[in-house]
């Protein structure tokens, strides 16, 4: 299995900009496919991003499409979010996750390993 830790969460003002980042235990993190989540209260948790094994592929939500990135650095076991823009409505729990396949990078289900959370809120 691949232990997470994620790291970068915070208070930032609209129209900032945030990066978090999420660290994995082992030596096979390529052959894991990652994703970033998010849940605010009183919701349920949606799926923002994903990422394939070798970083060609991803996948975005609606939601967040064209303001959030992410990329992966399989020599340094790291999953990143840039999150540029950021709105109110961000204002949430942030989760990185990993699954060893997928059929489709923008299915939310088959996610097994999780990270901790990290609370990022975004002030009007």
């Known amino acids: 299995q691949v232990q997470l830790v994620e790291s970068g969460g915070g208070l930032v003002q609209a129209g900032g900009s945030l990066r978090l980042s999420c660290a994995a235990s082992?030596?096979?993190?390529?052959?894991?496919?990652l994703g970033w989540f998010r849940q605010a209260p009183g919701k349920e948790r949606e799926i923002l991003t994903s990422?394939?094994?070798?970083?060609?592929?991803?996948y975005y939500a609606d939601s967040v499409k064209g303001r959030f990135t992410i990329s992966r650095d399989n020599a340094k076991n790291t999953v990143y979010l840039q999150m540029n823009s950021l709105k109110p409505e961000d204002t949430a729990v942030y989760y990185c996750a990993a699954k060893i396949f997928s059929w489709d990078l923008g299915s939310s289900g088959g996610y097994d390993y999780w990270g901790q959370g990290t609370q990022v809120t975004v002030s009007s």
């Open positions: 990422i394939s094994r070798g970083g060609g592929s991803t």
């Open positions: 082992g030596r096979t993190f390529s052959s894991y496919v």
